[in-house]
């Protein structure tokens, strides 16, 4: 026996070995792991976990294999033949950065891609699928570009596409659906697909669930869309379409979800609900419709969730809550609903999210509504109620309400500030721009969990009450914009929340978005669509408050705003307040404060809107930090304040040993280099105090404090 026979005993022995220690079948087909390795090498970064040793390409990460034919394998043991082909490929959010390459298309065998969640970019091969066993293809969430034809890459025994969240472009082919036959689900949504979208869907008769939502689609409907029987899910929401929804929306029998908010539809909303018995969710907010909404549609039995906000619709809201025994979420906000809320919405016992903000609602709540016991968010703003304390009294019996939106209702009526209502539950209460008179009622003393609290522009008066320390998870007061006075209460630089980062906060699913007013004239209200997306805020400006700011506010290190503007505070500018180490907005304008700026405001390094401007304070502005950023008008309307930035100072100004203070007064006509290099030494020495105060203030203050 020669030497090379000798090699060749060896190897055969070598792979024999493979065999037993990795139990028959291990062995990858050599065409699927050059498949693999080219898929690979047209990444960017090497796949974690994926050897070099190709024989074991499928024990790789995320590669799944099957014996070719399972009784190949029993009765052959000759070595190719009993290889494994790779069947699923699986990789999702796995970091994968790069190109897809055409090699994929070796994986002769493979029924399962998915690729999502990846920054994979490029566009995709156009052969890219030679498998005619392929199932399922997930490649969203990545970062694909160009226009591709879908039929030419999808093979005929797909079941599944997903391309969504990408950034794929061009119009809308039918013709998929002469090649993918028994395509069933298909989502493209998010992406820049435009155009209409043609006709022929319809040929597409395995589709069960189809999204086209988030692209810039244009025209109505074609026809044949609503032929498709087996279809569960339709969504096109957020797209350009329009027209009218016609009848032909109830041959889709089948249908449990459709989702076609923010588009431009107009007409009536069509009476088929009657033969849509399956349908769950039905989205149609944010388009043109007008009209009633259909009797079918008040009586269709297994809805869940009905949104039609932000259209022009009326009439009656009188849902048949005999027939509708599942609605838990109904949106109707922005509508011209009109007359009184109907008694008969109280018999919806799942109830849990109502918006009816918006309309034109000339009632009071009925009385019914005692009995919404899972009743959880409800808003009722912008419409005209009256008799806020029946309100109240009614709506104390919800056991479960934690989000109540009132503002802009019960003009002018008294707030019933002693009565004794109850709502344990409550987090959000919001009864803003309603003109209310009287106290801060005592009742929401015993509201202990809740987070925010908005009665801003009201009349309402006396003092800010001692009990707001109570309450643990309050984060967001706004009481601006009412007549409060006397002192700021110590009790809020003890708001836990706003002591510690507390964000055990739970947040309803269901949640409707929220609009601060912050002009009187302009329609300029800021936006928020969830409770936890309020910054962490003190606002009681435009009051008549009086006394002193209190240092302990620089305990609040989760406070992000802190607006105590157009009040008549008096006294010094604490200097601890340079402890609020995560405030963006500190506006201490139009008060009687007196005194310095504590130059340790400077170690403020979040601070972006800062104004104490109308007081009278006197001194050196602060020169380093975020004060470098902030304009004039901060500091304007104080005789006498001065800064190297603004104003030279006046002799007479009486010196802060730690500011250095370049005087520019009499400075010889300075050459830019000369006022450049005198700036630059006032920002170094600022910076320089801003260092040794922020490491002093971080220290010491804390001890000083408690
Ligand atoms: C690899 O692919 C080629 C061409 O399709 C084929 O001839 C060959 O038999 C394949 N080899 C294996 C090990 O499957
Ligand atoms: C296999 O990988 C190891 C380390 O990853 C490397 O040292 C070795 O050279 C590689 N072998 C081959 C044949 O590429
Ligand atoms: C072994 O496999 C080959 C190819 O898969 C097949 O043609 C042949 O019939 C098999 N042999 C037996 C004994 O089944
Ligand atoms: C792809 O993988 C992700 C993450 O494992 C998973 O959430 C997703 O459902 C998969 N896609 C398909 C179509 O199964
Ligand atoms: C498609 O993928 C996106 C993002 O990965 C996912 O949110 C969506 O639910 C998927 N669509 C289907 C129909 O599974
Ligand atoms: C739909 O399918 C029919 C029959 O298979 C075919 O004749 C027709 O051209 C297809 N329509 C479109 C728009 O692809
Ligand atoms: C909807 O059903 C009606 C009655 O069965 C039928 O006449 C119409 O053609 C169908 N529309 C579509 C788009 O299939
Ligand atoms: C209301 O719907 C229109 C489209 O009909 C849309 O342009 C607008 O942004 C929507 N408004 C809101 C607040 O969603
Ligand atoms: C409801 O809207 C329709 C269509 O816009 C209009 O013709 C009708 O007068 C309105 N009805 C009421 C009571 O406002
Ligand atoms: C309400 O629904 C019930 C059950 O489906 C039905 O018997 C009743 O006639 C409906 N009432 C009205 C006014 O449509
Ligand atoms: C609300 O109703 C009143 C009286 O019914 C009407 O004058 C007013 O125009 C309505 N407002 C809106 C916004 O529909
Ligand atoms: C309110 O809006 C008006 C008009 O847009 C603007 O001129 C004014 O400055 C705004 N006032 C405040 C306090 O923002």
Redesign the pocket.
């Known amino acids: 026996m020669g030497i090379r026979d000798c090699l060749v005993f060896i190897f055969l022995c070598s792979c024999l070995q493979a065999q037993l220690v990795h139990p028959l079948n291990t062995i990858c087909n050599s065409n699927d792991s050059k498949a693999l390795e080219g898929f690979q090498n047209g990444l960017d970064s090497r796949i974690d976990g994926w050897g070099n040793n190709s024989l074991y390409c499928c024990s790789w990460k995320g590669v799944t294999c099957e014996s070719s034919s399972a009784s190949d394998m029993v009765q052959n043991d000759s070595f190719q033949s009993s290889s494994m082909r790779v069947v699923g490929l699986e990789l999702a959010g796995n970091g994968l950065k790069g190109k897809l390459s055409d090699s994929l298309m070796g994986l002769t065998h493979l029924r399962t891609l998915n690729l999502s969640k990846n920054f994979l970019w490029g566009s995709l091969p156009s052969n890219l699928f030679d498998s005619q066993d392929l199932l399922v293809v997930d490649l969203s969430s990545n970062q694909f570009s160009g226009s591709i034809s879908l039929d030419t890459i999808l093979p005929i025994s797909l079941r599944l596409l997903n391309i969504s969240e990408n950034q794929l472009f061009g119009s809308l082919d039918a013709s998929i659906c002469g090649i993918a036959r028994h395509l069933e689900v298909i989502d493209l949504s998010s992406n820049k697909y435009l155009g209409k979208i043609p006709f022929g869907f319809g040929n597409c008769s395995s589709f069960q669930y189809l999204s086209f939502g988030s692209n810039l689609l244009t025209g109505s409907l074609p026809e044949d869309l609503f032929g498709l029987p087996k279809l569960k899910t339709l969504d096109l929401h957020d797209n350009l379409l329009s027209g009218e929804l016609g009848s032909n929306l109830g041959n889709l029998s089948n249908l449990i979800n459709s989702d076609i908010s923010f588009n431009g539809f107009s007409g009536f909303l069509p009476d088929v609900f009657k033969n849509l018995q399956n349908l769950e969710q039905f989205s149609a907010s944010s388009n043109k419709f007008s009209g009633h909404i259909p009797?079918s549609l008040?009586?269709s039995?297994k809805l869940s969730l009905l949104k039609l906000k932000n259209n022009s619709l009326n009439g009656s809201i009188?849902f048949?809550?005999?027939?509708?025994v599942s609605l838990t979420s109904l949106d109707l906000g922005s509508n011209h609903f009109s007359g009184s809320i109907p008694d008969s919405l109280s018999s919806c016992q799942q109830l849990m999210s109502v918006n009816l903000a918006h309309n034109n609602f000339t009632s009071q709540i009925p009385e019914g509504f005692k009995n919404l016991k899972s009743l959880s968010v409800l808003y009722l703003s912008n419409n005209a109620l009256y008799n806020l304390s029946q309100t109240l009294g009614v709506l104390q019996h919800c056991p479960n309400l934690s989000f109540l939106v009132l503002t802009n209702n019960y003009h002018n009526e008294v707030i019933a500030a002693y009565s004794n209502f109850k709502f344990k539950n409550l987090k959000m209460l919001v009864i803003a721009n309603c003109g209310l008179t009287g106290s801060m009622p005592s009742w929401l003393s015993n509201s202990k969990k809740l987070s925010l609290l908005d009665v801003s522009w009201n009349h309402l008066e006396g003092r800010i009450p001692d009990w707001f320390g109570e309450f643990t998870n309050l984060f967001y007061l706004d009481m601006s914009n009412n007549s409060f006075s006397g002192d700021i209460p110590q009790s809020l630089t003890e708001l836990q929340s706003l002591l510690f980062s507390n964000t055990s906060v739970q947040e309803q699913t269901e949640n409707f978005p929220l609009f601060k007013k912050v002009n009187h004239t302009a329609n300029t209200n800021l936006q928020y669509n969830k409770l936890l997306s309020f910054p962490p805020s003190l606002d009681l400006s435009y009051n008549m408050l009086t006394g002193p700011i209190l240092p302990g506010f620089g305990k609040l290190q989760h406070l992000h705003v802190l607006n105590l503007k157009f009040n008549k505070l008096s006294g010094q500018i604490p200097g601890a307040l340079s402890s609020m180490t995560n405030l963006e907005t500190l506006d201490l304008s139009h008060n009687n404060l007196s005194g310095m700026i504590p130059t340790s405001l400077v170690c403020l390094s979040f601070l972006s809107t800062f104004s104490v401007a109308y007081n009278n304070l006197y001194g050196i502005i602060p020169n380093g930090g975020q004060f470098l950023t902030f304009p004039e008008s901060s500091f304007e309307g104080n005789a006498k304040l001065c800064g190297l930035q603004f104003v030279s100072c006046q002799p007479q100004v009486p010196q802060q040993p730690e500011a250095s203070v370049v005087d520019t007064t009499n400075d010889t006509e300075g050459s830019i280099e000369f006022v450049g290099l005198q700036f630059g030494i006032g920002v170094v020495s600022g910076f320089l105090v801003s260092v040794i105060l922020c490491i002093r203030w971080r220290f010491i203050f804390p001890k000083k404090s408690v």
């Open positions: 009797e008040l009586n039995k009188e048949n809550c005999t027939a509708m």
